[in-house]
Each structure stands twice: as structure tokens, then as C-alpha cells.
């Protein structure tokens, strides 16, 4: 069968980065997607370049900075998106906008209140304005599995005359079944007249469990590209996971009659930075990048997998780019063991280069102080000599905590609060909480909660906290890792006050 070529669309900076607690700097956001273009994949979403100055900025820097893929960004169909857009994707090799608007009844009477002519009429004129600012248009038919069929090819039909060069055909809210949806995506082709003039793409969300299933069954069907992210991250339930279409389509090619040009060595590398920069992690099970994906457990298994891999292996761990790497990275790491696992990250050390990594290895040091372990995400910052020191204006000296289901969890903290030592003590729903009420009680800072999430990593049991605090509106995140849990919590909450202490001196940017 002749293998079709997919692209596949990246909508992690966008989609994923909708999700409370997952947004990222300028910065990391460059960060991630200099790494989606090494992992491969043919367009990027960069954000919603008309939803806040940063978001434009960010996008802005993308499509400077990063070569290869497709930039684009998400506009409404109003006029201001679509300029905000058009100038922000302007300097990349190849910029596009996309743009969204509802075609299902639902929308068009308790969203839009508009008849179905009027909104055709409005995506339309859309589309031809935005096709005097930039040469390719992705058009989204928002909530298509919930449109009538007649109007949602009608739409197609139309805004394909007035320019757009992909049609792309969302399961927006999750409703869509595999077969159904696969049907759907042939009858579109089947019956739009012009639709060979454009390209015709999924967008999945996964709220039935269904995304990815859903994707392939569009990409069966005829679909030429498909909309993803990163370890299936996105509004609600999340959006169609990457690398389950990849992995799918290579292990089953003949079956789909299709390809990606995904490196799939880089799926790995990329998970784990978008779930530690995003503060996303991914559950222990989670298809192709979870930490027990590639593990066996029973004696059976375990037995034929030592007999022969294949007797319980469909693919390799390096055919995703997890490499079998057992040397963790900590203050006591020597010289040797840092320059392996940077060489796994894919930086390289001459002889004559020894000077460059001695500094290197002193600022490897300084973090490992801090850290416990040093990942991944880690090393890449050391090696961008992004390492900014936080000044520590509250220290932690000690605490005691106790916990308990009959009496009333507590806790006592002692501060080092530049240079003098003060201790509080508070009650509290668990002994984080009460550890946390006796900070307050110290720092007087009027704080908030946003999110909080804990990752256990490692042999020996560490607690990797991240937390993100609220000071007046804006959000800062602490991380630490210990191997006890309120440890953790603490150090990681007193990180978010530093950083905030630090910005509002004037030390350190967010
Ligand atoms: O879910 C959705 O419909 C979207 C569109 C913008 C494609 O995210
Ligand atoms: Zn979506």
C-alpha cells in the first residue's frame, strides 16, 4: 500500500499550555520548542498570540528562532486575532494562522447566537482577510462532532474557495467514537468538492478516552494531518498524546498505510521536559513514555523477557529514546558520571575543552546543593548558564511536624530570616498545611495555593515537590525534592517565596 506522509501538528504551547499551572515563560517556551523541532514534527502551535503581550511575544520569538517546522498560532475569527497573529508568526520560515470558529448548532445558538449563513459569512471573510497577511490558513470547524454534516460541508466548501489551505476537523469536546468518527472523516472527503485543494486534519480531546484511537481512525479514513501534544496534555482530559499517533503509525504503518517524519528517539527527551518545565507528570502507566512502560513484573513475564524481549516487547525502550541509565545525578556525582549523562542529553566535551566543563561542573555542584538530584531539565539550563542563584531571604533551619488521624496535625518552623533566626508554630488540616500556616505566621505574606503536585523519583524514595504560590496575581513556582515529603513541601514553598522576595527587590526576573 503507498504510505501516506502525516504531519503532525503540535499544539502543546497552546492547547496544553491551557491547562491551570501548566504555563510557561518566554523562555521555556522557546525552550520546548527548539525541542519539538528536534523531535521532528511538521508544524508547531505556539500559543494565542492575541491573548495576552507575553503569549505574543513568545510566539514572536519562535518563529524568529525556530527552524523547520510550520509556526503558527490561534486567532478567533475576528480581525484583531488575526492581525495580532499574522505579526507575530511573520518572521518564520514558514508562518501560518489558524483560525477557529463553531459549527454546531450548540455553539451557533448558545455561544455565538448568530444564524448558521451569518457565521459562514463571518468564517469566510475571515479567511480571505487573513489570507492578505500570510500565505497558508489553517481553518477550524470548532465542535464538528456535534455539527450537522450538510452545514459542516458547506462551511468547508466555503472557506476552502476563500483560501484556506487546511480544513481541520475537531472532536472539540470529546464526544467522537472511533468508527463513527473515522466514517465521518471519509464521507467529508468523500463529499466536499474541493476538499483535494486542502489538507484535512483532526484535532481529538480525549474526555471519553478516545483521542488517540479517534486520530488513527481519522488518519485510516484519509486525514493528512493530526493535532496532539506532549504526553497527551490539554483542556479537561487532555488532547490526542503524540507519542501514541507516532508510535501507532510506525508499529502499524502497513495498517495505516501511513508515516510521521517524528524522530522517535526524541519522544522521551521531550516528555520529560514538557512534564517538569509544565509541572505535568505522567502516570506510572502511561503508554510509551510512563516509567513503567517498559518495565515486567510478573515472574512470568519477566522470564520471557529474558528469554527473548520480543516475547513481551513490541518496541524497544531506545526506539523512543529512554536510555537504560542508572547513574543519577546528585552533589556527590563525580566528574565522570556528569559528562555521561550530559552526553545523553546531547552535549559533547572535547579534551580541549576541559576549562569550559570545569565551570560547568561548578555550576553542575551549586544546583546539586539545592536539588538532591539533578535532572534532566536540569542539565539543560546548566548548559544555557541559566542557573540563577535565588537569594535566600527565608532559610530553613529546622522544623518538626506531626501528624496523625485523632489529634490536630502541627507544626513548628525555624526560619533564618536574613540573618536572625525566628520560629512559629501553627495547626493545619495535615502537617504540610500546619507547616505551611507557621511560614505564614513568620513571612506575613499574603499567599495562595494555585496548584501542588508531587513526584517520587528516584531509588531511594525522593519527594520531587513543585508548587505553585500566588502573590499579588502573580504566580511563582518552587521546587524542591527530599526524601521526606514535608521536607520537600517546605523547601519548595519557601523557593516561591524567595523568588517572589527576589523579584520585587529587583534580584531576579520571572
Ligand atoms: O478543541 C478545539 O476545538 C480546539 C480548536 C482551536 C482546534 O482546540
Ligand atoms: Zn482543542
Given at each position: 500500500m503507498a504510505q501516506r506522509k502525516i504531519d503532525v501538528f503540535d499544539t502543546t504551547l497552546r492547547d496544553g499550555e491551557q491547562v491551570p499551572?501548566?504555563?510557561?515563560?518566554?523562555?521555556?517556551?522557546?525552550?520546548?520548542?527548539?525541542?519539538?523541532?528536534?523531535?521532528?514534527?511538521?508544524?508547531?502551535?505556539?500559543?494565542?498570540?492575541?491573548?495576552?503581550?507575553?503569549?505574543?511575544?513568545?510566539?514572536?520569538?519562535?518563529?524568529?528562532?525556530?527552524?523547520?517546522?510550520?509556526?503558527?498560532?490561534?486567532?478567533?475569527?475576528?480581525?484583531?486575532?488575526?492581525?495580532?497573529?499574522?505579526?507575530?508568526?511573520?518572521?518564520?520560515?514558514?508562518?501560518?494562522?489558524?483560525?477557529?470558529?463553531?459549527?454546531?448548532?450548540?455553539?451557533?445558538?448558545?455561544?455565538?447566537?448568530?444564524?448558521?449563513?451569518?457565521?459562514?459569512?463571518?468564517?469566510?471573510?475571515?479567511?480571505?482577510?487573513?489570507?492578505?497577511?500570510?500565505?497558508?490558513?489553517?481553518?477550524?470547524t470548532e465542535d464538528a462532532s456535534r455539527s450537522d454534516f450538510d452545514y459542516l460541508c458547506r462551511t468547508l466548501e466555503a472557506v476552502i474557495d476563500a483560501g484556506a489551505s487546511v480544513v481541520n476537523i475537531p472532536d472539540t469536546v470529546g464526544y467522537a467514537v472511533p468508527e463513527q468518527w473515522g466514517e465521518l472523516i471519509r464521507r467529508i472527503i468523500e463529499t466536499v468538492p474541493n476538499i483535494h485543494k486542502a489538507k484535512v486534519s483532526v484535532h481529538c480531546h480525549n474526555d471519553l478516552g478516545m483521542a488517540t484511537a479517534n486520530s488513527l481512525a481519522a488518519i485510516k479514513a484519509g486525514a493528512q494531518?493530526?493535532?496532539?501534544?506532549?504526553?497527551?496534555?490539554?483542556e479537561r482530559a487532555g488532547n490526542a498524546s503524540l507519542e501514541e499517533i507516532v508510535?501507532?503509525?510506525?508499529?502499524?504503518?502497513?495498517?495505516?498505510?501511513?508515516?510521521?517524519?517524528?524522530?522517535?528517539?526524541?519522544?522521551?527527551?521531550?516528555?520529560?521536559?514538557?512534564?517538569e518545565r509544565m509541572h505535568m507528570p505522567v502516570q506510572a502507566n502511561k503508554a510509551i513514555v510512563g516509567a513503567n512502560a517498559f518495565s515486567h513484573s510478573s515472574g512470568i513475564h519477566q522470564d520471557g523477557v529474558l528469554k527473548n524481549r520480543e516475547n513481551y516487547e513490541i518496541m524497544t525502550p531506545e526506539d523512543v529514546g529512554i536510555e537504560q541509565n542508572e547513574i543519577i545525578l546528585t552533589a556527590r556525582s563525580g566528574r565522570h558520571a556528569l559528562r555521561h549523562r550530559l552526553e545523553l542529553v546531547g552535549y559533547t566535551f572535547s579534551d580541549e575543552k576541559r576549562e569550559e566543563f570545569d565551570h560547568i561542573y561548578a555550576r553542575f555542584l551549586n544546583v546539586a546543593d539545592r536539588k538532591k538530584e539533578v535532572l534532566d531539565t536540569d542539565l539543560h539550563d546548566i548548559m544555557k548558564g541559566e542557573t540563577v542563584e535565588v537569594p535566600e531571604q527565608y532559610h530553613l533551619v529546622d522544623f518538626q511536624a506531626v501528624a496523625g488521624i485523632q489529634g490536630t496535625p502541627m507544626a513548628t518552623v525555624r526560619l533564618n530570616v536574613g540573618g536572625e533566626v525566628v520560629q512559629a508554630a501553627a495547626n493545619g488540616d495535615g502537617p504540610v498545611a500546619a507547616a505551611f500556616n507557621a511560614i505564614d505566621e513568620i513571612t506575613k505574606l499574603p499567599s495562595e495555593i494555585q496548584n501542588t503536585s508531587t513526584t517520587s523519583v528516584g531509588k531511594h524514595g525522593e519527594q520531587n515537590v513543585t508548587i505553585n504560590v500566588g502573590y499579588h496575581d502573580q504566580s511563582y513556582t518552587g521546587q524542591a525534592s527530599a526524601t521526606d515529603v514535608v521536607e520537600a513541601s517546605i523547601r519548595a514553598y519557601l523557593n516561591s517565596l524567595n523568588k517572589f522576595v527576589a523579584t520585587h527587590s529587583g534580584v531576579v526576573g520571572e
Open positions: 499551572g501548566a504555563s510557561l515563560n518566554r523562555d521555556e517556551k522557546l525552550h520546548v520548542a527548539h525541542q519539538l523541532a528536534s523531535l521532528g514534527v511538521d508544524i508547531i502551535e505556539a500559543g494565542f498570540a492575541a491573548s495576552s503581550p507575553g503569549d505574543f511575544a513568545a510566539v514572536k520569538m519562535i518563529a524568529e528562532s525556530v527552524k523547520g517546522p510550520v509556526i503558527t498560532a490561534l486567532a478567533r475569527a475576528v480581525e484583531s486575532d488575526i492581525e495580532a497573529v499574522a505579526e507575530a508568526v511573520k518572521p518564520a520560515e514558514r508562518p501560518r494562522i489558524h483560525m477557529v470558529l463553531g459549527t454546531s448548532k450548540q455553539h451557533l445558538d448558545h455561544k455565538f447566537r448568530k444564524s448558521e449563513d451569518d457565521i459562514l459569512k463571518m468564517g469566510v471573510d475571515a479567511v480571505k482577510f487573513a489570507r492578505n497577511l500570510c500565505p497558508e490558513i489553517e481553518y477550524s494531518q493530526v493535532e496532539c501534544t506532549m504526553n497527551g496534555i490539554g508510535m501507532a503509525v510506525k508499529m502499524r504503518g502497513e495498517f495505516y498505510g501511513a508515516y510521521t517524519d517524528i524522530d522517535t528517539r526524541q519522544i522521551y527527551p521531550t516528555s520529560v521536559l514538557v512534564r
